[in-house]
T-cell receptor, first 114, second 114 residues
Framework: DTEVTQTPKHLVMGMTNKKSLKCEQHMGHRAMYWYKQKAKKPPELMFVYSYEKLSINESVPSRFSPECPNSSLLNLHLHALQPEDSALYLC?????????????FGPGTRLTVT | GENVEQHPSTLSVQEGDSAVIKCTYSDSASNYFPWYKQELGKRPQLIIDIRSNVGEKKDQRIAVTLNKTAKHFSLHITETQPEDSAVYFCAAWRDSGGYQKVTFGIGTKLQVIP
């Protein structure tokens, strides 16, 4: 299994809602990543987990809250988002956090905040 | 922080011709440079990468060159095919305070005309 899966594919939420994005991989990778990608822009790194511990938080607003319950799962909890948070949220994983390990991207969750 | 510039932003070539996309980076500490292909509505996929101790790498029709002195690296696609049409992102990874960080280029939309 060389795939990273993400659910849901699409999500529409109001600014007062609480929702979660989920990411899963069964490749035995110990590093998992959240990226945000706006239309026609490159991905922007948000969070990195290494061995289930948060290793990098790229100054992301607290309305985004990551969680790594185990080595295969990565969640992104969303609360009180703003319309400008609408974007494609990509999860990725790699064997380790060594940046020379190839990253495998999931298909993304397209989020719309109304 | 790192700044990665990518040129051109759009590129149209005739099928069978070559395509070249160039990136420059600012931080001499960057030492891993992957290239991603992202088709419309799909996830980024690594197509080739190069490490700072290597000057050139080739994989079939795709090659990447790196000039550490000038801080630039380029993607070369030969004998282009319509299925090469996509957005291509370059990226630069570096160590920052014990963590690895990535900066992406803005992307190049490649159109291969049959």
């Amino acid at each position: 299994d060389t795939e990273v899966t993400q659910t849901p594919k699409h999500l529409v939420m109001g600014m007062t809602n609480k929702k979660s994005l989920k990411c899963e991989q069964h490749m035995g990778h110990r590093a998992m990543y959240w990226y945000k990608q706006k239309a026609k822009k490159p991905p922007e790194l948000m969070f990195v987990y290494s061995y289930e511990k948060l290793s990098i938080n790229e100054s992301v607003p607290s309305r985004f809250s990551p969680e790594c319950p185990n080595s295969s799962l990565l969640n992104l909890h969303l609360h009180a988002l703003q319309p400008e948070d609408s974007a494609l949220y990509l999860c990725a994983s790699s064997r380790t956090m060594g940046y020379m390990d190839e990253q495998y991207f999931g298909p993304g969750t397209r989020l719309t905040v109304t | 922080g790192e700044n990665v510039e990518q040129h051109p932003s759009t590129l149209s070539v005739q099928e069978g011709d070559s395509a070249v996309i160039k990136c420059t980076y600012s931080d001499s500490a960057s030492n891993y440079f992957p290239w991603y292909k992202q088709e419309l509505g799909k996830r980024p996929q690594l197509i080739i990468d190069i490490r700072s101790n290597v000057g050139e790498k080739k994989d079939q029709r795709i090659a990447v060159t790196l000039n550490k002195t000038a801080k630039h690296f380029s993607l070369h696609i030969t004998e282009t095919q319509p299925e090469d049409s996509a957005v291509y992102f370059c990226a630069a990874w570096r160590d920052s305070g014990g963590y690895q960080k990535v900066t992406f280029g803005i992307g190049t939309k490649l159109q291969v005309i049959p």
